[in-house]
């Protein structure tokens, strides 16, 4: 049976190209500051009507609380006995950042090098297409309840799903989430995550003087504000470059999957002599102890400044945090932190904006062992498990809601696919090999069980 699936998803890949094309091409960025919210709309009935005529007679857009509409639907199977799968995905995208940095235009699907590139081709519209795929292949033999759930403001963290979970039970109740936003190893090398680093996003201002005044009459003895944010920020990392935060441990080990320095050097594109930072491996830094980004600071720019002295600045910060901390202690450890080292007595303002709980995947059921047979089958090679540094506060309140439920985490992403960067792109292998794999996976489930 694999061999004709994976046939009829072959000759389905040139109409899915076209049709990741059209996806792609609407700028579905959930910031009405960046994209108008007609873009979103657009995406979220395109993926309605795809799904509607699949057998989802009763997709429709549901409101969330944040704003955003996912698209929300089910389909039964002949037995009524037969187990639930909810399908999940997010057609929201991250804006394209410089355009100036990409090679291709961020909202036209180009082949470049074997890939599909363009702004959400692999993050997660490609995860849109793999499911459209295996369903299709599938025909009307579906032997399971299906209910799917596009959620569309997944990328700015606003939470709009979770609450709608929360407010909702019974609509997206299951016995299996696949939770498809994360990826593999690497091209051609399957994998499920099962573990999710947390988060804390703040932002700290720091002030030192009522207003700019000249840095010949007073530097010196003045108080420089972005200085004292400077050495703020460096008291958040050690010598070795690990994240080093007051209350917080930073020795945490992965047991899983191994990730080989070069090769994270090229997925990552360290340049050639920059070290890699902390002092354990790899996977230790990225999937079991917590790590502190900068993600901007504003500040004069270089361009325009005058010879004065800094009043005022501020900086966002976003701290991933591991399985096994509570990511509310890890938050109030770095706002305690960033106070307690300011320099000089200046005022310093911590501004909490968002916090999400780490996750760790059950692998020990019926539904796990079915997928990581399906994905042998379509791969050739036997599955991984893996970490993801990413955050997906989704799968906490999918197991608060569902504690019964198996939830997988898969998807068409992989570091080659620059995810959330300039020249996004996917491999179109794996949306067919994936969409192979959860085709074979709900037809297999449902003998499990």
Known sequence: ??????????????????????????????????????????????????????????????????????????????DPDAPTVLLYAHYDVQPPLQESAWRTPPFVLTDVDGRWAGRGAADCKGNILMHLLALRALQDEIPVHLKLVVEGSEEQGTGGLERYVEENPDVLSADVILVC??????????????????????????????????????????????????????????????????????????????YDAGQFRTDAGVLDGVSLLGDGTVADEL??????????????????????????????LNLRIPPGVHAQDAHDALAAHLRNHAPWGVRIDVETEAVGEPFRASTEGPAFRAF????????????????????????????????????????????????????????????????????LFLRSYAKTV
């Open 372 to 439: 990581a047979a399906a994905m042998h089958s379509a791969y050739g090679i036997e599955l991984t498990r893996l970490g993801q540094g990413g955050s997906i506060p989704l799968c906490n309140v999918f197991a608060d809601t569902y504690p019964r439920a198996e939830i997988i985490l898969m998807g068409v992403e992989e570091p080659l696919a620059l995810i959330h960067a300039p020249n996004e792109s996917v491999d179109p292998t794996e949306i067919e090999n994936l969409a192979v794999a959860e085709a």
């Open 181 to 258: 936003d994360t990826g593999n190893a690497a091209v051609g090398r399957p994998a499920a995550t099962v573990s999710l680093r947390g988060f804390a996003n703040v932002v700290v201002r720091v002030e030192a003087l009522a207003s700019e005044i000249h840095s010949g009459m007073f530097g010196g003895p003045a108080p420089d504000a972005l200085a004292a944010l400077v050495a703020v920020l460096a008291s958040l990392r050690d010598d070795d470059g690990a994240t080093t935060i007051d209350g917080l441990s930073k020795d945490g080990t992965w047991v899983g999957e191994p």
């Open 287 to 316: 999937w079991a102890r917590p790590a502190l980004t900068v993600l901007g600071i504003d500040c004069p720019p270089v361009v325009g400044s005058s010879a004065s002295i800094v009043p005022r600045a501020a900086a966002r």
């Open 1 to 78: 049976m694999s061999d004709e699936i994976r046939a009829r998803i072959s000759a389905m890949m040139p109409a899915a190209r076209g049709e990741l094309a059209e996806l792609v091409a609407i700028p579905s960025v959930a910031d009405p500051r960046q994209y108008p919210r007609e873009e979103c709309a657009k995406a979220a009935e395109w993926v309605r009507g795809r799904f509607a005529a699949l057998g989802f007679d009763d997709a429709r857009l549901e409101r969330t609380p944040d704003g955003s509409d996912a698209v929300v639907g089910s389909r039964q199977a002949a």
